[in-house]
């Protein structure tokens, strides 16, 4: 089973390296992190690294999250719509097996795209460090330090959010007929996730009616909070910051959530005509 | 185990729902047939009467609405079932920046062929589909008939006892069309049982033990290819030299016995076989 599934994720990754959209995606946000240097001098009173870390994981947040939506989608729909989806399935490949190593595959992708940002703006950060630690001692003040192993540990965390967001595609590209409603569907789940802190906040408060907490309760369990991954800017600038434990918590809850997202995924796609 | 049919389908009805409205359209209509062991079958019928989607719910692509069927004894499409099944789908797509070779060992490892035993099943899946030397290039470089004996290689690589093939000549020209007709008739010689749904009928009349014709959902006629094309009612002889007296003293023979001649005309060669007599070679 393991070899069915990772021969699909391979020939799915080579299938997604070769299309456009990812090259035209990774060439804006690397256009996009790239820009910050120059724009660098409007900082809006935030310090310089911190400005170029903000925008430098905002490009991998906004381009990584339509890749992760729209990627699995597209090569979904291929291989149904070019009927290369039946030949491999009158094999004895498992539905799940089908669907896991197309999800593997992307990620596979997604990794690279992450991988890829995540040097350059470490590169970028790097790169100025040491010039804003010069101005900051020459203002007598604390000068700022680049953590590297913030910086992985923030990679690894957008990995795994890209991952949840591809699953969360996956999912209703199982169960939806078009591509456009996929991506669309899809896209509107991965805003739903961005915005579920503030329900949890909402819910965190005694006020409201029953019925209003019900609702809340049910938005923050079914929707992962996905807004909980975007820590880059603590974990490698101010790694103190963050609380102890808190890496590990999202690690092990994004695993949970990619077990139950592709667990949905792989049920709602064996009741699919092919 | 080996007496039981490769495919039996039993009161087998499917319908789609189309439309907003989801109007109900029957595509397979209470379907009973069987597929002995050995033999090549063919599915025939116009388009859209439903013999793709019989061989999808057969090989649990398609969920059928209500019947059965069992495929090698199996009472589904098990992934043991389908481990000794080949399917070459109507106009196949495959990967286009594999390489011919790259896509049937591909298809080779999903079809469960040992690690060990890849390359030479991959060779000889090459060689039944005389693709041994375009294996080299990319799949998407390929004209029609390439295409379609690089699927019948993927459809055979795992040596299957069954082999499904969904329109294999569809779009290729005769020569290749008499090539994939001889793949079918080496796979037959190898005990293979082969179903094939096709348009061409000279082909299917050549290579086909047993049809089936389907229209509108409906199973109209199935039976051995001898016995459904023999006209029981009639009998033709072939005559050389026959003068005009000769001719008059037949039928006056044949009228005293009571049987009339209806029809003296030249036997005629197909339009295929002129074809092939005439171009010879492949284009591909």
Known sequence: MLTRILWIARITFLEALRQRFLAFLLVLAAGFTLGSLPLRSIDFGHGELKFLADLGFGALLLFGSVLAVVLPAQLLYAEIDNRTALTLLAKPVGRGEFLLGKFLGTWAVLGVFTGVLTLLVGLILVGREPMVAARALSLQLTPPEVDLWGLCQHALLQWLRLGIVAALALLVGALAQTFLYTVVVGSMAVLAGQLVWIAQDALARPDGSPLGRAGLWVTTRLFPNLQGYNIGEPLVLDPSSVPEGTVLSLVVAAIAYLAVILLLACAAFRRREI | ?284
């Open chain 2, 1 to 284: 185990m080996t007496d039981l049919p490769a495919i039996s389908v039993t009161d087998l009805t499917k319908d789609f729902r189309v439309g907003i409205r989801g109007v109900k359209l029957r595509a397979v209509d209470n379907v009973t047939f069987s597929i002995p062991r050995g033999q090549v079958f063919g599915l025939l019928g116009p388009n859209g009467c439903g013999k793709s989607t019989t061989l999808k719910i057969v090989l649990g692509l398609v969920p059928a609405t209500s019947g059965s069927f069992t495929l090698l004894g199996s009472a589904a499409a098990t992934p043991e079932a389908r481990a000794r099944t080949g399917f070459l789908p109507e106009a196949p797509y495959f990967h286009r920046f594999l390489t011919g070779r790259e896509l049937v060992r591909y298809c080779a490892r999903l079809s469960g062929v040992p690690a060990e035993r890849v390359e030479s099943a991959t060779d000889d899946a090459l060689a039944l589909a005389d693709m041994t030397e375009a294996g080299a290039r990319r799949v998407g470089t390929y004209s029609k008939g390439m295409l379609q004996r690089i699927g019948l290689a993927q459809a055979v690589v795992h040596d299957p006892e069954l082999v499904v093939l969904d329109e294999p000549t569809a779009g290729v020209d005769p020569v290749g069309s008499a090539a994939i007709g001889r793949m079918i008739g080496a796979m037959r010689a190898r005990g293979k049982t082969i179903v094939l749904c096709s348009h061409l009928l000279g082909q299917v009349e050549q290579v086909c033990d047993r049809v089936a014709i389907m229209d509108r959902g409906r199973l109209v006629l199935e039976g051995r290819i001898d016995d459904v094309l023999a006209r029981r009612d009639a009998h033709q002889i072939s005559v050389e030299g026959l003068t005009p007296a000769a001719r008059a003293a037949a039928e006056e023979a044949l009228a005293r016995h009571g049987a009339r001649v209806t029809s003296v005309e030249h036997p005629r060669q197909t339009l295929e076989d002129l074809f092939r007599r005439l171009v010879t070679g492949s284009r591909d």
